[in-house]
């Protein structure tokens, strides 16, 4: 049994993810409980689709959430997780006021993880209007695969185990010749389509990077932004096999979506051409680039046949969010071509994510009458709204008049509830407050319009996707001599170096006894380990699930203070090492606090539900910028028989020289 459920304050479900036999158990409860007519005698597995509805999921889980709401806004002592008799259990989360909750049978660290997952796919897909959930089937749809796409490359792939980018390590001529590529595609972007001067052009092999090319003024891309990419494209090379071979797999554990009155589209636009265009010449491009024609532009869309993959996307971490259109054009099987665009400046997207965080912070003291605590949270989100109304401002001459109106009833609004928040400031007259959630409701609804004329102007989309896929057909053309030789080095990528000779084969045998390793910069979050490559599907998937679990535990000990861990079991020896040193290379002072009372409050390990491993840093190294210290990561597995003393020695060489394998002596600024 497992479920994944969404929840806004008044208990309504958003959102729902489940299989056949929890929706079986909803049902046969709500039989029991009287929210159902038990007159009907079939069988409840025939009727449970039809019969499970969000108003019963309500109805048996607003209990455990109304408790979760006043743990969380009244004692900020919310609920982490539950264990039930049958050996399910329950876990919690929450994003600016909405409870999410996930039942399985499995182990709670890996289900908070997943949770947290979900969590940050929804804050990503549909920034802080979570309610839109309950309306908009084809976010649903989104959210939905790429929590799947997630659990898939999770049980497959190291660098998404890790939460690490896994970089494609080709030779310094192929590097060059593929940036080059990129660089001019992202010029002919921006000079026929000026919404395109904020942009990046990422290549993705598989799931791992091969190059980035960024525009001047773009506001920079995270490694977790990178991985969100690996899994979208997991998603639309899926839908793209589906369509090719017209195939459903249809299992008796298939899903279940919720809104149930409707099918659940993916949410993206599907752009279909014809063949003409498919090795474009030189006339063909100036013709495109150089005129605006309504033929040219129409003709390319009937007589291509490329499919455009396009999503409105927020990229970014907390406090740092910018609005994106993301378009993805295959240029050969598993090889996408994605082309980020900012559709807003950072002061309106970033402003209005801020806007919602702080308000539901104002919310829960108001619930709590904290007014001491309120005065600081009022004056940053005092200085959100501006941030908001100045990015659009800054923006006037590419707004319309629908972002123009809106913003001026913002103001409108804000002006008012801020009078009032400055009255109970200075009053803390009880009956002040009562005025200020009367109009709350209003100011967030116009928060909410403006986020979706600004942040998710679908409109936006459709703009340059004549220019975006003859683009495409140029970069593929261009790389159609490298595309075979790609795809095998994604399979097997084991030359990682810089010079030919030397192999991550080779290197291994200078390390006698070292079976695997996973070596992680995670400044920038870049991943070194060889392919999981042994000689027969037995030993391969033994392995592989001693490597996963070698992760956990690490994690489990991480989470517990413990930068260093070494334990056997009857086959391997297993080792975990994390270290800091200053920029120069040279380890920074030791660290004086005592981790394992500071780190219950850190998210969980890795880097798509928050960044774990800058909060590690400015919490050891707090009078010291994170820009000046270096974090890294060590996983190695050796042999059982291994001694620890050859471990340690083992470490401490491979992470002083795995710059040879890579050819990248720490210096990634080429890469991020």
Partial sequence: ???????????????????????????????????????DNKDVTDLETSLLSPNIIMQLFSPIVTSQHVMASQFGNSYTSMKFQDGTNMVFDEYIGYTFIYLATKEVELMRRTLGICVSIVRHVCGPDVAILKTNWQKVGLVSSLLDAWCDLRNSEQSMLTEAV????????????VLKVLHDACDKLK???????????????????????????????????ILLMILLCWTVNKKRRHNRFESNDDNNDSDILLPESGSVKNDEMRLSFGARLATPTSEDITNLFSSRDPSVTEGLSSLTDDDLYSQLLLLGSQHNYTANAVHIFELSDSINLITIVEATNLSTSSGLCDSFYYLNLMNNLQFQRDVDELKPIFENLDASIKKVL?????????????????????????????????????????EVVVQIEANTSGFV??????????????????????VLTTVGRLVRQKLSDFSDFLKVKAMKNFTLGSRSSLTINKYLEEFPGLVHFIYIDRTTHRLVAPTLDFTSTETLT??????????????????????????????????????FEDISGY?????????????????????????????????????????????????????????????????????????????????LADIF
């Fill in 1 to 39: 049994m497992r479920a994944v459920l969404i929840f806004d304050h008044l208990n309504d479900v958003l959102f729902a993810k489940c299989n056949k036999k929890f929706a079986s158990h909803i049902v046969k409860l709500a039989r029991t409980q009287g929210l159902l007519n038990s007159q």
């Fill in 587 to 667: 380890s920074p002072p030791k660290c004086k606090v005592y981790l394992n009372y500071v780190m219950k409050n850190f998210p969980v390990p890795g880097i798509l539900c928050g960044d774990y491993y800058r909060k590690l840093t400015e919490t050891c190294f707090p009078k010291v910028s994170p820009n000046k210290v270096r974090i890294y990561e060590l996983y190695c597995v050796h042999l059982g028989l291994t001694t620890s003393t050859c471990v340690l020695e083992h470490s401490r060489r491979l992470a002083a020289t795995i710059w040879e394998v890579t050819g990248v002596p720490n210096n």
């Fill in 445 to 466: 609804e116009t928060l909410k319009e403006l986020l979706r004329l600004t942040c998710f102007d679908r409109n936006f989309l459709k703009q340059g996707t004549d």
């Fill in 542 to 579: 033994l392995t592989m699930k001693k490597i996963w679990n070698m992760v956990e535990q690490s994690r489990i000990h991480l989470q517990e203070g413990h930068l260093s861990v070494m334990w056997k079991d009857t086959t391997f020896n297993y080792s975990y090492f994390l270290w």
């Fill in 390 to 430: 100045e990015g659009i401002k800054k923006n006037r001459s590419n707004v319309g008049n629908d972002v123009d109106m809106c913003q001026k009833r913002l103001q409108i609004k804000w002006d008012f509830v801020r009078k009032k928040y400055n009255d109970l400031l200075r009053s803390r007259d009880p």
């Fill in 191 to 225: 000079s026929s389509q000026p919404e395109f001067n904020n942009s990046h052009m990422l290549l993705l092999v598989g799931s791992k990077f091969l190059s980035l090319y960024s525009s001047k003024n773009a506001h920079d891309l995270c490694a977790s932004d």
């Fill in 166 to 177: 896994e970089q494609l390590s080709v030779n310094s001529e192929v590097s060059s010749s």
